[in-house]
């Protein structure tokens, strides 16, 4: 929805003829009215100049001086005319005459989540808007008595849009009022609306154990869901199947690509339900190994020691800095910190990561010496990983992790700092920062062209198939992609958040990622350069048939502001930067819909 949309539900005249002169027949009224409804009128709203999005207007009232005696074409012309012109200047001055009666919704996302919260409070003021965009139809329950089956007929009607706009709606209006709204079989038809026809099953489903990496998987997207603190706070503990539907929906926050591929990830809703039930909001650990049977090695990390491994293994020992805990240094709660990577209270050697300071504590609870710092950022903001001064199209070298905690987003597979327990089982959520409606300024807002060419580099099935990349969430290898492409591209750039799926206000837990491994940077690099020779393939033959990296560069460096928001992107770029190449190779249109990156994406030129 790139262009203003402009609906009239009711447009009706009354006459006011002068006293001294016999009135005309209503006829002559009613004539260029229905003139005006059949061509000219849809003509002038069409030239409208409004900012881009909904506009909900509940009433208009003009005067027009009319000449009788002209004829109707004529008359229903100017009436036309006069109406637009009526609804631009409302618009634009934002004046109206009931309080309440313009109403802006700037995508459809943030429509129906509107809708949603909204009705989900008790709040009706806004009913009027919902029912003349259309979000609330006739023969939908009536949204007074049952406000649930109302809302969940609304989404259904949108089930691309259903999870962005539940997510949204319950940080306005907080996750019990939803539930309260339709309850735990609402919780159910949503989840099964978001995958596609398949209900969510609670407990063990007969597979196979879950995996190390896929453990490590599950603490990461928990770490990084804003869902999951909202579950947190919100001091619920429905009956099942609810947990399981959250798990959908922390999915298709975190991870949307593995919500249709579960076979590629097994066991990782079943974990994610674990640390949704458990007050600490980790999945729980399996019983802990005496040791290592004949003829088997003891799972170890990349620091070669047998504990922890920042990827998910079970050891008892916190042997690196990739388990994340909570410590009693100066800068947190206090108590006893627990470790990630053993099964109780960490008593062991080594040390742990306090995840509520940047701190470091022994694991007797007192604090330590400080971590060093990672290297800053070169846009400013949230630190960068350690290593990004990597050669050309490659990854990341591995490396410390970042320190710090807070924010959303994919966090790191093997330190997520939210996978521990708290002092206090229940925390409160946390606040997340509103991104600017105008977006966030960037010199590579050409980089989000790529995803024109991303099914020709065999995304998202590749990253989900390599065996190097199980640990990581497709936003990941996705953001990881492309530092790769694009050298020396900030790593909280707009643009190469943006082609993750997300926002800087829901990218703190990537940007504090531990770095890629060898073998992951190795599948990343591939990666990258079999997407940059797509790109130069589309281009065509020209001088960037040969030149791969720098087709990705021609494309990707142009000015612009990218605006990231919970399933929707849209990209604004100056109108003198249309390149005729990239509109023939057809790298600029519209994406829509990305499933697999949960967003809506669009490109607009001004």
């Known amino acids: 929805m790139n262009a203003p949309t402009v609906v009239i539900d009711r447009l009706s005249a009354t006459l006011r003829h002068d006293r001294g002169q016999p009135p ?83 995508h459809d996302v943030e429509l129906l989540a509107d809708a949603v919260a909204g009705l989900a409070a008790g709040r009706r003021e806004r009913l009027w808007a919902w029912r003349q965009t259309g979000i609330l139809r006739a023969g939908d329950p009536a949204p007074d008595a049952s406000p649930g089956p109302a809302l969940l007929a609304a989404l259904e009607r949108h089930p691309q849009h259903a999870a962005a706009a539940v997510l949204r709606a319950a940080e306005q ?8 709204a339709w309850g735990g079989e609402g919780w159910q038809r949503l989840a099964t609306l978001v995958t596609g026809g398949e209900p969510p099953v609670a407990g063990d489903t007969g597979g196979p154990p879950p995996g190390p990496g896929t453990r490590a998987l599950a603490r990461a997207l928990l770490a ?17 199947p609810v947990p399981a539907a959250w798990a959908v929906l922390v999915l298709a926050e975190t991870d949307p690509a593995s919500l249709h591929r579960a076979a590629a990830r097994p066991g990782l809703r079943e974990l994610l339900a674990q640390g949704l039930r458990a007050p600490d909001g980790a999945p729980a650990r399996p019983a802990p190994a005496t040791g290592p049977g004949r003829g088997q090695l003891p799972d170890r990390g990349p620091c070669g020691d047998g504990g922890s491994d920042g990827a998910g293994g079970e050891g008892e020992r916190v042997g690196c800095d990739g388990c994340a805990g909570q410590a009693g240094c100066d800068g947190c709660a206090g108590g006893q910190a627990r470790c990630e990577g053993c099964t109780g209270t960490a008593g062991c050697a080594g040390r742990v990561r306090c995840a509520a300071c940047v701190g470091w504590a022994g694991t007797d609870g007192t604090a330590g010496p400080p971590a060093p710092p990672g290297p800053a950022s070169p846009a400013g903001g949230p630190g960068a990983v350690a290593g990004r001064g990597a050669p050309p199209h490659e990854p990341p070298a591995a490396g410390a992790p970042r320190t710090g905690a807070g924010g959303s987003g994919p966090g790191p597979a093997g330190s997520a700092a939210a996978d521990t327990a708290a002092p206090d089982p229940v925390r409160p959520a946390r606040p997340a920062p509103a991104p600017d409606p105008r977006g966030a300024a960037t010199g590579w807002a050409g980089l989000l062209f790529l995803l024109a060419t991303a099914a020709e580099a065999g995304l998202p099935d ?22 790769a492409l694009v050298p020396g591209i900030a790593p909280a750039d707009p643009a190469a958040l943006a082609l993750a799926g997300l926002g800087l206000d829901r990218a703190a837990g990537l940007l504090r990622a531990a770095a890629a491994t060898p073998r992951e940077r190795d599948a990343v690099g591939a990666l990258a350069a079999d997407w940059a020779r797509a790109t130069a393939a589309r281009l065509g033959d020209g001088p960037y048939g040969h030149d791969p990296s720098g087709a990705v ?20 770029l100056a109108v003198a930067d249309t390149d005729p190449e990239i509109r023939r190779a057809g790298l600029d249109l519209d994406p829509g819909w990305l499933g697999w990156l949960g967003a809506v994406v669009r490109y607009r030129y001004v």
Do not use: N
């Open 24 to 106: 005309p027949s209503a006829d002559r009224l009613r004539g260029p009215l229905r003139r005006a409804i059949g061509g000219p009128l849809e003509t002038a709203l069409r030239g409208l100049d409004l900012p881009p999005g909904r506009w909900c207007l509940a009433r208009l009232d003009l005067t027009l001086a009319l000449d009788p005696a002209r004829p109707e074409p004529a008359l229903a012309r100017e009436w036309s005319e006069a109406v637009a012109a009526a609804i631009e200047r409302t618009v634009r001055e934002g004046r109206t005459t009931a309080p309440g009666g313009l109403v802006h919704f700037r």
């Open 173 to 180: 209006c907080g996750l019990p009022a939803l539930h309260r």
């Open 462 to 483: 590749r990253a989900l198939d390599e065996p190097a990349l199980a640990t990581r969430p497709l936003p990941w290898t996705l953001h990881t992609a492309a530092l």
């Open 224 to 240: 990084g869901s804003r869902l999951a603190d909202l579950v947190r706070a919100s001091r619920l503990r429905p009956a099942e």
């Open 553 to 572: 560069l021609t494309v990707a460096r142009r000015p612009g502001r990218i605006a990231a928001e919970t399933g929707w992107i849209e990209a604004v």
